[in-house]
């Protein structure tokens, strides 16, 4: 008889997450105040650990006033196939393996200032704000999180993008001694992601470096991810290595794998249904009774006018 | 004793349950419907193949024993079935009957898993004592639907996979292991019997 462990392992045998981060946050203020001690000014590298508290996080006017979702269930339950299918196991595996730092990104393509750079250089110029979106899985689940990031459009805008970039591609790290999921060849790797160029500018796209407050864990996509709020959480591309600007739409992961089941668009829409669930309702981590799901996930004032006139049954 | 350790996977979700309060349930469990809805439909295909493991195991171990517990396995597959459906209908779907034809109508996976265990009702009906004596011969053609409800639930499973079919995959070859023992089984029995019949002294013992 194949006796398995249960998918999703009881929160409670992970870590307490508020003891966790007691506990580094305990350790960091040691180091802080022996490496103040000894050498006065200097850069502290352990300041960009998951778990740290960022500082000067502006909050910004895109709240959505619904109980945010526990951490335990943001960072305890989530994809991110690099680390295996089960909802538990980022959470088990990507700790142990993933290295965020030093971590550099490429931002090349249709554009007159292409660079590589490391991240720190990459977020520094920005202030970080705090979004609090509603994030919609297509497997019909839902959480309300509080992202901590920058417009990508305010990133994109440094790199000069040209008239041919209509698109933006992204791609993941590829290595799977960081990743052991990739080991498999369940999606084509590195994972790719992208967007229309007017998706990639629009205000509420954002590029992740944390949640809570606090620096990004390694099992939501750090060090960087996207998220963009009234789209499938599978868009979000997660631990992102490049950033093309490109003038064909890109071929994604998920779209390669199963086209009649993930769009390039993916749109969060409770009236299109994924052919082997109906989107109209979803439930939200940590409620009891469903809800409707909202069209563009309550987004629609702000999207909605980026596909007037596009069949949004044919372009899912 | 065996009765008890079939009810160990549900006693354990009701415990946490009892414990720790549906408050508590949903702290510890991010989505705890979907852990039940998996839970249920995980052990209801496990029972089947158990049950249908029987039969090839006394043929494989030449002893009875394995035949005296079919009939309970097959119950608790039975009953995990109906749990893993009364929590999709009344927890997941919130008992919405328009969904729940939608659901039925549309999509093959749930069609097959509710054939299945429509398949499976009359195997549990009929697994009386009663029964076996008053459907005869019929009883075991009609406990044949065993194996298709175990085919059909597996295709439930992989075509409910988004990518990674390598559980039911799993299911799927143990099942197919235990379709080839009593495959050989059979063919064996029948060479024996074609043997018996064509050898000479066979054809004495059987005139006509
Ligand atoms: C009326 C009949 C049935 C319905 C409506 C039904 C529905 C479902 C649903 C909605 C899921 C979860 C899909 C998801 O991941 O979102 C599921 C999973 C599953 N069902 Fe069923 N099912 C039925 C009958 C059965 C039967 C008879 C069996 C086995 C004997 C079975 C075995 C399974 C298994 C193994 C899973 C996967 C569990 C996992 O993901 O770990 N189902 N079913």
């Known amino acids: 008889m194949l006796i398995k462990r249960p998918d999703d392992i009881p929160a409670s045998e992970i870590t307490d997450p508020e003891l966790y981060r007691q506990r580094r946050r305990f350790l960091q203020q040691g180091v802080a105040v022996a490496g103040a001690a000894l050498t006065a000014g200097l850069w502290l590298p352990d300041s960009v650990e998951a778990g740290t508290r960022l500082a000067n996080v502006k909050k910004s006017v895109w709240r959505v006033d619904e109980p945010l979702t526990p951490y335990r269930h943001v960072t305890g339950y989530n994809n991110f196939y690099e680390f295996g299918t089960s909802k538990a196991a980022p959470a088990r595996y990507a700790p142990k393996t993933l290295k965020p730092r030093p971590w550099r990104v490429t931002i090349d393509g249709e554009c007159e200032k292409p660079g590589r750079m490391d991240i720190d250089d990459l977020i520094r110029p920005h202030a970080l704000e705090e979004r609090i979106y509603r994030f919609r899985c297509v497997e019909a689940w839902s959480m309300v999180i509080p992202w901590v990031g920058i417009p990508l459009g305010a990133i994109l805008r440094r790199f000069r993008p040209t008239s041919k970039a209509k698109y933006v591609r992204f791609e993941t790290l590829l290595d799977p001694e960081q990743m052991p999921g990739q080991r498999t060849r369940l999606l084509r790797w590195p994972y790719v992601e992208g967007l229309r160029i007017d998706e990639a500018m629009h205000p509420l796209t954002i590029l992740a470096v944390g949640l809570y407050g606090e620096v990004l864990p390694h099992q939501n996509g750090a060090p960087l991810r996207l998220v963009v709020p009234w789209k499938y959480g599978f868009k979000s591309i997660k631990s992102i290595v490049r950033i093309s600007f490109v003038e064909r739409m890109p071929r994604t992961s998920w779209n390669l794998a199963a086209p009649h089941e993930y769009g390039f668009y993916a749109n969060v829409n409770p009236h299109v249904a994924h052919p082997r669930w109906s989107q109209r309702k979803e439930r939200r981590i940590g409620e009891f009774r469903r809800r409707k799901t909202l069209m563009f996930n309550g987004y629609a004032d702000q999207v909605a006018g980026l596909y007037k006139g596009m069949d949004l049954r044919r372009y899912y | ?208």
């Open chain 2, 1 to 208: 004793m065996l009765f008890v350790v079939c009810l160990l996977p549900v006693a354990w979700y009701a415990g946490d349950l009892l414990m720790h309060g549906v408050q508590g349930v949903f702290e510890r469990y991010a989505d705890p419907i979907k852990t039940i809805e998996h839970q249920s439909g995980i052990w209801a295909l496990r029972f089947l193949i158990l049950t249908l493991a029987m039969t090839p195991l006394r043929l494989l171990t030449g002893s009875l024993w394995p035949i005296r517990y079919r009939r309970m396995l097959g119950l608790f597959a039975f009953f995990y079935a109906c749990l893993h459906f009364l929590v999709y209908l009344f927890l997941d779907l919130e008992f919405d009957l328009a969904d729940v034809t939608e659901d039925i109508l549309e999509r093959p996976y749930i069609t097959i898993g509710l054939t299945a265990l429509l398949l499976m009702l009359p195997l549990a009906v009929t697994s009386t004592r009663g029964w076996m004596r008053r459907l005869g011969r019929r009883w075991k053609r009609l406990h044949r639907l065993a194996y298709v409800a175990a085919v059909l639930a597996v295709m439930h499973f992989w075509w409910l996979v988004k990518l990674d079919i390598s559980e039911p995959l799993a299911y799927a070859l143990i099942l197919a292991v235990l379709f080839g023992i009593r495959l050989v089984a059979r063919q064996r029995q029948v060479a024996r019997y074609m043997r018996r019949v064509s050898s000479p002294d066979g054809a004495k013992r059987n005139p006509g």
